[in-house]
């Protein structure tokens, strides 16, 4: 029996090297890009963080390592090179989702998309309480230095004669390091906006003389109202008394013009004190807004209900009774305020 020795040819050793070298390259390219699309174990700890300015692309993935973002620099700083993003990092705080992968890690650091922080300026508050607001959130950058209301209508460039009232509601959001009058500014436009834009589609023989006047109806309004629905209802009613320059009678300017004296009560001394904000004592409208008006209330302001009521009263359920005659609103009065 003979046997067959096999026997390798400088080519086949050649070719097998060759092919080694193949299975190495791919896999070398496998674990470059496969890495680079596949999501990063991000955590609560983890998905929230800031870059700060003058870092380079060394120093953020350094960071980003620490931070266990990253679990190597070498593939990530490889792709920064690859896609030209090396000098285009941006600074900023930045809010990851926890599926992410470096891939769309790497295009958020590079447009700077950078995470949105918020506040939330509410209905129905007063001034004083959205300058608390802004006071309070850390993340807003406090340029101001005075927060009296003249320096503030200074500062945002206002025509009004008090900032009460000309701020628009609502959540706005914004990067950090925003300055507390930017945010201002841009509520300010904001109600400029609406309230000009609504005051164009207004209803007929109003008895205003501009939109700031609305606005201060559309305030009183916001505090009279419970149930949004009632709204118009409510402006149909003042915009009746104050057509037949009867007073409004309104507690909530009371309130307002007591300032810090209020309890929660409001007594009969309360209700004769002579100030600009008793419309018990004073006919027509106070000299500014006593809170933030909402959208509704402003609609409803400018677009009354067509009634003949002149009276309404709390039913203790958020909704009033309303009246056409002061005999039916002294009964309401008396069937509400038993219950």
Not at 72 to 77: E, G, L, N, Q, W
Not at 107 to 122: C, D, P, T, V, Y
Not at 164 to 170: A, K, S, T, V
């Amino acid at each position: 029996m003979t046997s067959t020795k096999f026997s390798m040819t400088p080519l086949s050793i050649s070719f097998l090297k060759k092919r080694k070298f193949f299975i190495i390259f791919l896999i070398l390219l496998l674990w470059f890009f496969s890495y680079f699309f596949i999501p990063l174990n991000i955590s609560e700890e983890n998905a929230s963080f800031e870059i700060d300015s003058g870092k380079n692309l060394e120093q953020i993935t350094d960071q980003l390592i620490e931070m266990r973002v990253l679990k190597d620099s070498v593939r990530f700083k490889f792709f920064s090179y690859l896609f030209g993003k090396t000098e285009s990092l941006k600074k900023g705080h930045y809010q990851i989702d926890k599926s992410i992968t470096p891939y769309e890690l790497l295009q958020i650091l590079a447009n700077g998309r950078e995470m949105l922080f918020s506040i939330k300026f509410i209905e129905g508050t007063t001034f004083d309480d959205l300058i608390l607001e802004l006071k309070n959130n850390e993340y807003i950058k406090h340029e101001i230095t005075s927060y009296t209301q003249d320096n503030i209508l200074n500062l945002i460039s206002a025509d009004e004669k008090s900032a009460e009232g000309i701020f628009f509601p609502d959540t706005y959001y914004f990067y950090k390091n925003t300055s507390d009058i930017e945010i201002l500014r841009n509520s300010y436009k904001v109600m400029k906006e609406k309230s000009n834009y609504l005051w164009d589609k207004r209803d007929s023989d109003l008895p205003y003389k501009n939109i700031y006047e609305a606005l201060i109806m559309a305030s009183i309004i916001e505090k009279e109202v419970g149930v949004k629905d009632e709204a118009p209802l409510v402006a149909g009613v003042f915009v009746n008394r104050l057509n037949i320059n009867m007073p409004l009678q309104s507690d909530p300017t009371v309130i307002y013009g007591m300032r810090h004296r209020y309890d929660g009560n409001i007594r009969k001394t309360d209700l004769v004190e002579i100030n600009s904000y008793n419309t018990y004592t004073q006919r027509g409208l106070p000299p500014s807004p006593i809170a933030t008006p909402s959208l509704s209330s402003i609609i409803a302001a400018l677009n009354p209900t067509k009634t003949d009521a002149l009276y309404f009263v709390a039913k203790g359920d958020r909704t009033h009774q309303f009246s056409a005659t002061l005999k039916e609103h002294n009964r309401a009065v008396r069937e509400y305020q038993r219950k």
